[in-house]
């Protein structure tokens, strides 16, 4: 309500910034399907990436423009659920996982329901992290996020689609990495979240010269050095949580308060 007691209007309309970069996410997710679809594996990969890109740019942008708003947290999780959940899944049984059905038609099932377990620990990871908000951890994610599954899952279709691997081999080793990727998703492990990292603040020399090193290092193989890098990332959440219980056993036999 207004200083006189009358209930103010609601405001109509929507922000364009932030949600133009959901859309832009939205259609990389939705092109990179069309392009399974084609046959062109690599480019849906990259599909993914840029849409990763832009899905975090838009949060960003909301905040510095101070144009946050309801619809736009749920236009960028139905987003989210099209590039990281339904678009990767899709992808990889283009890719691999179809080729299991040469094996029987009991393998064939197995390798769609394992594409489908991926979308669906994607919706509840990303149903999950709606209802939580506010409450856990800034620092650590709890579960695998869906951009960092679907850039392992997709990296790996890069990978393979640059070595030209195909059969059912191959489709054995993406299915086990698609549903590893599903699990970890909607499991208790925690993930570090790198969002106490302030691009604002200034680094010294030395930092600036890694950073150039490992760029130019990236672009000498991009889908390897991707791959490996979120396939160290999917491996760093059960590292840190095992450690952080150790290290909380220790403090109750010790004593010590948490």
Request: charged share 15%; with cysteine; glycine share 8%.
């Amino acid at each position: 309500m207004d200083s006189n007691g009358h209930e103010s209007k609601r405001r109509r309309g929507i922000y364009l910034l932030p949600n133009l970069f959901t859309t832009i996410a939205l259609f990389f997710g939705f092109f990179a399907i069309v392009s399974a679809n084609g046959d062109q594996f690599g480019v849906a990969a990259v599909c993914i990436f840029v849409a990763m890109v832009f899905d975090s740019l838009d949060g960003r942008v909301a905040r510095l423009t101070n144009t946050q708003s309801d619809f736009g947290v749920q236009y960028d999780s139905i987003a989210d659920m099209v590039s990281f959940g339904v678009a990767p899944a899709l992808v990889i049984y283009e890719w691999a996982l179809h080729s299991l059905a040469s094996m029987g038609p009991t393998w064939g099932k197995i390798g769609w329901l394992g594409a489908f377990t991926y979308t669906a620990c994607a919706g509840l990871r990303l149903a999950r992290f709606n209802t939580m908000v506010g409450i856990v951890d800034k620092k650590y994610f709890q579960g695998l996020p869906s951009p960092a599954a679907a850039a392992a899952v997709v990296s790996l279709v890069w990978v393979g689609d640059e070595l030209n691997a195909r059969g059912w081999p191959v489709g054995l080793v993406a299915w086990v990495l698609t549903v590893t990727a599903a699990l970890l998703m909607v499991s208790n492990i925690r993930y570090y979240s790198f969002k106490e990292f302030d691009f604002r603040y200034r680094v010294t020399f030395v930092t600036i010269v890694i950073v150039v090193l490992a760029v130019a290092f990236a672009m000498i193989n991009p889908p390897m050095v991707l791959f490996l890098v979120f396939l160290t990332y999917l491996a760093s959440g059960p590292v840190i949580t095992i450690t952080g219980l150790r290290a909380q056993r220790r403090a109750k036999r010790g004593g010590i308060p948490e």
